[in-house]
């Protein structure tokens, strides 16, 4: 029993523990569907003119319009209650129950959960399209310059983000704490892997390890569940120090997800008809993570080339240049029109196509690399989300379900030989703890499917982001070949009046 605080109808008076567990099967982020309020109400068993009769006295008429507070719904809690035992229902009944305890009604909560569980099924943010997804959030990840720390030097990345507007300092080990928690707390959800770690690195390996923190995070921080959780808001908002300590004191005991789910109970009602299908989806995922893998590949070793170009092109051209500050002796009959010839090297090594090699392959691995890398880190997360329930909870089940035909086994090898009743009930005793256990975990099995299939959905809209990629990079060559074709035009225009055209090779062929 508590008390209830004191409204402006609603009096202090002892609530039996039935009303806050109604509230919580009722309520979802501390509001109540107007179509679950009236499931309940018709599972009281009252007639028509009760109900509204109720429904007028907490001023619920219009539940569309007027919010189902707790105090109303315990209002109506007390008086179907009150309308079952018979009584004439009225507002004086609340009002008189001052310092007494309120009655306890008669209400299958069953349907109402189940109801509960569809809409909440129906509105899940599942089949976002991708541009409904880049909406959430937008996180920047900077590495901070100077390194830290008196003997064991680390580096610090300043994350941003625009949801909450925030901005902090976070370690590499901060982002490995978050990541165990949430896989504690979302075993059944796609939690990507994180870059490795190095203790000796160089700038080479920390920006690739930032670029790879930074689509961790963001996939993190775009999830429809995950992101949602409390603790992804105080990784991208504490300002304290030691995150990764913090984080872990205040979200280490908190339970998985299935244990807070409200529809952990029902969710192998609200698969799909063709949920059958999840292990089709789930291997052509796992194909596309080797295709993605090679095509990732094979974009950064084209960037890495155009970076190579970039830095050759550059020591070519002032090799170039050094060809112009050559002084030769005009007496040298064999070689005519060197000064000439020097003012085109100058021209020459003067261009800036170096630069525009190394701006494309910036672009391209900020348009191309960078993208296709975010969908290969998701395909990779469901290729490991399936790993990790083939090997662990179904594993489990198999393992409760062979203890339970060992101990079902002994009770009946005990009944045989005439075992007393106090040791058959022992065993008795621990199939039924096994049978719950079994029962759980079955549970458990059809929520993860139901994890799985809208995690599937989520992997299926970031696959839709291949055509943007494709597009993008048939735009970005074309763009690059046309400057850099112009480029060199104009570098031939500039230099062709002091190269001599005339000349042959002598003894070449």
Known sequence: ???????????????????????????????????????????????????????????????????????????TLA????????????????????????????????????????????????GFSYSTITQMDNINIHLVPEKKGLFLKYSEYIVTSRRFDSKVTRRYNDFVALKELLLNRFPYRLVPSLPPKKIVSDAHFLESRRRALHRWLTLVSRHPVISLDSMVQFFLTDQGPDCQYRIRDIFGRVPDE?????????????????????????????????????????????????????????????????????????????????????????????????????????????????????????????????????????????????????????????VIRGTDAESVEHLESKMFTQENVITNMELRADFSLYCVHQETQLVYAYLGTLSDIMQSFLKLKILSHSELHDAWTQVQVSTQQYFRKDIQGNGMS
Request: hydrophobic content about 35%; overall charge neutral; charged content about 25%.
């Open 79 to 126: 008086l179907i209650a009150w309308g079952q035992q018979g009584k004439q229902l009225s507002d004086k009944l609340l009002s008189n129950c001052f310092q007494k305890e309120y009655p306890t009604p008669e209400i299958d909560m069953a349907p109402i959960k189940h109801l509960k569980a569809q809409l909440l099924a129906k509105n899940k943010p599942v």
């Open 258 to 414: 299935f244990m807070t789910s409200d529809v952990a109970a029902t969710a192998k009602e609200l698969l799909p008809p063709d949920y059958s299908q999840l292990a089709v989806s789930s291997q052509n995922l796992r194909n596309l993570v080797n295709i993605v893998g090679k095509i990732k590949h094979l974009t950064d070793e084209n960037v890495e080339r155009l970076t190579s170009a970039g830095r050759d092109l550059e020591e070519l051209l002032t090799q170039i240049n050094n060809l112009s500050t050559i002084d030769i002796e005009q007496t040298q009959s064999h070689l005519e029109d060197w000064r000439q010839m020097q003012r085109g090297f100058s021209i020459m090594s003067r261009t800036q196509l170096s630069s525009k090699l190394s701006h494309h392959a910036f672009l391209e691995q900020n348009e191309i690399c960078e993208k296709i890398g975010l969908l290969l880190d998701i395909l990779i997360a469901h290729k490991d989300l399936c790993e990790r329930l083939e090997k662990g909870l179904h594993n489990d089940h198999a393992s409760a379900l062979s203890k339970l035909l060992a101990l079902k086994k002994k009770k009946i090898q005990g």
């Open 1 to 75: 029993m508590r008390l209830v605080e004191r409204s402006s109808y609603f009096y202090r008076a002892a609530v039996p523990q039935f009303y806050g567990q109604a509230y919580d099967i009722c309520s979802s982020n501390g509001s109540i569907h107007p179509e679950v309020f009236h499931c309940l109400l018709s599972q009281c068993k009252l007639s028509t003119s009760q109900t509204q009769n109720i429904l007028s006295i907490c001023n619920l008429k219009d539940t569309s319009e007027e919010p189902i507070t707790r105090t109303n719904f315990y209002k």
